[in-house]
């Protein structure tokens, strides 16, 4: 018989019979994501398909294959496993634990009082101080955290949002203590505020005021920090709360948008400020999907820069982005499946082209990490890395009539989501009006019924179960680590030089209830040992504090 000529007469006259023969398994075949998924995909399936149109090549607008034109070829993705713990001694200890195996950036996770801006002596912090990052509450504390550590020679991220100007503040005060070049500090502070309101609760301040600090970071830093990454714009965490891929590229650029133009409205020039915008994406456990949705966010962003923005420098048009592994997905059952799940998501990421990359350890689900699952961690990365092949050429997965027609269908459902919050009034009135957030637990919602129903399987979890034993050997924080933190605090405050700290406060006040930049203030404040307590308590009595509202 002859071959088919189109994808209609294959099904009619090959797929169909052998389906009679050998029927297809009992199940929904689609994305994570929910995306019906076709048994084959063909020419067909790409419609007015036009390589230098929707393709190009990497290094070239619309940058869809990778914004180097020859990638890992050249410089492998930076392997940033993300650490803090306990205290800044103890954090100090696993990053040059981490950096002696092979790391080569340093990613900062702060604790919960850090991020609401409360010292760990606060009423507030207690139980909190270390458990799930590092109390930092002073100049003195960062000094530890980053000893014997040349600042110069490393790039670090910081995951913090609503006190990331003051973190940052202590950041570069230390770098000036080392004497290093601040024109070549490199690294990111992610002070993305918009989802925190959306997705993850570590808001202190109204949207408003809150997104003036950042205008002023980027202001500030574009001067007096060129090297420094000023936004990672993250849609990390609204997916691990539970919204499609779709969603998480929709919603983290209307953000974006929303930043840029507040930028824009502040008398900002794009071309200055824009190229060192940067962005944070999860990496889910659906190979493709992921792989396409990395490839459709570049595509995206490009298109948003170039055509919206009207930006003439083409670094505005690179998507430059970290990736971490989805933490949502590990399980706290048979946790030795997460080292699976962990690979399965890196090589997705690696596909994609990241240029930063955490990979999630298998006891997180249980504890933070210990040595030992962060060291498997990163091996994971650096047998991809030297072992897989998959860095040997750009975009392999290029060309595939799947990749490309989910990469097409990501995009196109992602700008839907983006004129529809457009039309609401744009990223901020779209939280104030509550309808990100509902977005997101409609797709939690139904995502969390497939489990229970079984149409979506997790292993160990509601198939393919075992009785074990617990886990033996799990994280703990010595609690001496809190009472260590509290008396260098208070011993800070006793023997500063009072009068130029409240000096500094005032004049923090000043900037905050005026219009001055607030960048230099903060320098001041951390330069005089005030403590991130005080300086929030500055700006809770200047701007007020920001009241979650219920949304159904």
């Given amino acids: 018989p002859m071959p088919s000529q189109t994808k209609k007469e294959w099904r009619d006259k090959v797929l169909d019979p052998g389906l009679k023969r ?19 995909y063909t020419p067909e399936d790409l419609p007015n398909f036009d390589y230098g149109r929707d393709l190009g090549y990497p290094g070239e607008y619309p940058f869809t294959r990778g914004v180097q034109s020859n990638m890992y070829r050249g410089r492998l993705w930076t392997m940033r496993q993300y650490s803090g713990y306990a205290s800044p001694e103890e954090s100090n200890r696993r990053y040059k634990y981490l950096l002696d195996h092979g790391q080569t950036g340093l990613s900062v ?11 760990s002596d606060h009423a507030m912090a207690r139980g909190e101080v270390g458990k799930v990052g590092v109390p930092i509450c002073h100049i003195k504390d960062m000094d530890l955290l980053f000893d014997a550590i040349p600042l110069q020679n490393v790039t670090t991220s910081m995951t913090i949002n609503a006190t990331a100007p003051i973190l940052l503040a202590f950041y570069v005060a230390v770098a000036k203590k080392q004497g290093a070049d601040l024109t070549k500090l490199g690294g990111t502070i992610q002070n993305d505020i918009l ?58 650029f209307a953000h974006a948008i929303s930043y840029v133009q507040a930028a824009l409205d502040a008398g ?45 420098n083409s670094r505005c048009w690179m998507l430059r982005y970290h990736v971490q592994t989805a933490g949502v997905s590990l399980t706290a059952q048979q946790p030795d499946n997460n080292v699976v799940r962990a690979t399965v998501q890196s090589l997705a990421a690696i596909l994609g082209g990241a240029q930063s990359l955490h990979t999630c350890s298998k006891d997180e689900a249980l504890a933070l990490p210990t040595e030992e699952s962060v060291q498997l961690s990163l091996r ?74 079984g149409k979506r399987v997790i292993v160990g979890v509601n198939k393919f179960t075992s009785q074990q034993p617990p886990i033996k050997g799990l994280f703990r924080i010595d609690p001496e680590a809190t009472r260590r933190q509290v008396e260098r605090l208070q011993d800070v405050r006793r023997t500063r030089n009072q009068a130029k700290a409240g000096e500094a406060l005032a004049n923090l006040d000043r900037a905050a209830r005026g ?29 007020g504090e920001y009241k979650e509202q219920l949304v159904v």
């Avoid at 050998?22 to 084959?40: H, I, K, M, W």
């Avoid at 702060?110 to 991020?115: I, M, V």
């Avoid at 392999?396 to 097409?408: D, I």
């Fill in 22 to 40: 050998n029927p297809e398994r009992e199940q929904q075949f689609q994305t994570l994501s929910g995306t019906p998924v076709d048994a084959l």
């Fill in 109 to 119: 996770a702060f604790d919960l009082p850090t991020q609401i801006g409360y010292d």
């Fill in 195 to 252: 989802k925190e309101y959306v997705a993850r609760g570590t808001y202190i301040f109204p949207p408003r005021p809150s997104m003036r600090l950042i205008t002023d970071v980027f202001a500030w830093c574009s001067k007096d920090l060129p090297s420094w990454n000023t936004i990672s714009i993250s849609g990390y965490h609204m997916r691990e709360a539970g919204c499609t891929a779709a969603q998480e590229l929709a919603f983290t």
């Fill in 268 to 312: 900002l020039n794009i071309d200055d400020f824009a190229p060192r915008l940067s962005f944070f994406f999860v990496c889910h456990n659906d190979l493709f999907e992921e792989v396409a949705k990395f490839r459709a966010a570049r595509r995206i962003w490009a298109k948003i820069m170039r055509e919206r923005f009207k930006a003439k």
């Fill in 380 to 453: 994971t990365q650096q047998i991809l890395a030297h072992e897989s092949g998959v860095t040997e050429t750009v975009d392999p997965l290029g060309g595939s009539y799947y990749v490309e027609h989910l990469t097409n269908s990501l995009e196109e459902e992602a700008f839907r989501y983006i004129k529809k919050i457009e039309s609401l009034g744009g990223g901020v009135r779209a939280i104030e009006t509550g309808y990100t957030q509902k977005e997101i637990q409609d797709a939690a919602y139904k995502f969390q019924r497939d489990v229970e129903s």
């Fill in 515 to 543: 219009t001055d930049n607030t960048m230099p203030a903060f320098m001041e404040c951390v330069e005089s040992h005030a403590t991130i307590g005080e300086i929030c308590d500055v700006l809770r009595k200047a701007w």
